[in-house]
C-alpha cells in the first residue's frame, strides 16, 4: 500500500529484448520534447533532459549496456508515432532491434491500435521514416520487419593505425548511423561472449582511430554525421547463417543483438560489391547466436549516394513492467557506471 512522496519522479516503462538487447520504453513520466522535428526533440531532451537519460540507463536502474527509447507524437502527418532512443552516452539517430522492440511493446499493450496483416507501424525517427510490419497470429505478434531509411557506401578499404593494434583495414557505411566495419580474422578476435571485454577494448579503440582518420558528413543533416560504433564481421557458428556481428557502439556498449542498424549498412555494403542482388536474404547471427535477417528491399538515389532501402527482421519479448522512482534527496539520483 505505501505511496512514494509527491515530490518524487515517477517514470513507467515496458521493458522487452529484441534478439537479447534490452529496450525499456518510456511509457510516462518523461516530460514533454518541443520540436517540429524529432532530431528537433533530439537535441532539446540532449540539452534539457540528459541527466533522466543517465537516471533511467545508468545504474542502480539500468547498467552500462541498457538502451531504451521515448515514444513521442509523430512529426509527420502520415506517422504513427515519433521516437527517440537513448543509451549509455546520449540518444543515437536510429536502433533496428528498437524499432523491432518497439512495434512488439506498442501492439501488445495497446499504445497503438493498428489494423489489416501485417499491421503496419510508420515510425519518425532521428534518420527518418523508418515503416515496421508486424505479422500476427491470433492477436500476438510473431514477428516484425522493418524498411529502414536509405543505407549507403561512405568508404571502402580504408586503413587505419590502431594504437595498441596496429594497421587495420575497415570500411564505412551508413545504416541510420554510421559504422567502420572490420573482419575479426585478419584482428584475430572471436566473436564469442568469452571474449567480451577484449571487443569492448579493440572496438573502442578502432571507432576513436577512424573518427580522428575520416571526417563524415551527412547529405542533409550534419547531426547524423558522426561514428557511431565499430562492427566486427566473421564467420557465422551455425553453418546455416551468413556470418555472424558484433557491434561496439556509444561509450562501450556492446551489442547483444545482430544490430539493425548495422545490418542495414551491411546490405548496403554487399550491394554495392555485387555480393547480393535485391531481395535477396542473408542471417547474421549476433554474439549470443540469435538472428536477423537482411536484405536489399530497393535501391534508390540519396544525395550524392547510390543506396538502399534496407529490409532488417526480428523478433522481440517482453520481460518487464516497471516504475521507476528518483527520489530528489538521493545524491546518486541521476545515476552511475562501473564497469
Known sequence: MWQPPDDWQ???????????????????????????????????????????????????????????????????????????????????TMCGHG??????????????RVPGEPAVIKMDTPAGRVTAYATRERG???????????????????????????QVRYDVAFGGAYYAFVQADELGVQLDVANARTLIDVGMRIKQAVMAALPLTHPFDPD????????FV?????????????????EGELDRSPTGTGVSA?????FARGEIG?????????????????????ATPFGPYQAVIPQVEGMAYICGRNQLLIDP??????????R
Open 10 to 92: 515517477l517514470i513507467t516503462t515496458i521493458d522487452a529484448h529484441t534478439a537479447g538487447e534490452p529496450l525499456r520504453v518510456i511509457v510516462e513520466g518523461f516530460p514533454t520534447l518541443p520540436g517540429d522535428t524529432i532530431l528537433a526533440k533530439r537535441r532539446y531532451a540532449h540539452e534539457q533532459w540528459d541527466h533522466l537519460r543517465r537516471a533511467l540507463m545508468w545504474e542502480p536502474r539500468g547498467h552500462a549496456d541498457m538502451y531504451g527509447c521515448i515514444v513521442t507524437e509523430p512529426v509527420t502527418p502520415d506517422g504513427t508515432l515519433g521516437v527517440l532512443f537513448l543509451h549509455n552516452e546520449g540518444f543515437s
Open 99 to 112: 524499432v523491432i522492440g518497439l512495434a512488439v511493446v506498442a501492439l501488445a499493450t495497446g499504445m497503438i
Open 140 to 166: 500476438r505478434v510473431t514477428t516484425v520487419y522493418f524498411h529502414n531509411v536509405p543505407s549507403y557506401v561512405f568508404a571502402l578499404d580504408q586503413v587505419v593505425n590502431v594504437p595498441g593494434v596496429g
Open 224 to 231: 547524423l554525421a558522426f561514428l557511431y560504433g565499430t562492427i
Open 234 to 250: 566473421g564467420a557465422a557458428h551455425n553453418p546455416a547463417h551468413h556470418s555472424r556481428n558484433v557491434c561496439i557502439f556509444a
Open 266 to 270: 551491411r546490405a548496403a555494403l554487399h
Open 278 to 298: 535485391l531481395n535477396e536474404p542473408f542471417v547474421v547471427e549476433s554474439i549470443l547466436g540469435t538472428t536477423f535477417i537482411g536484405s536489399v528491399h530497393a
Open 329 to 338: 534527496t538521493d545524491p546518486l539520483r541521476h545515476g552511475f557506471l562501473i
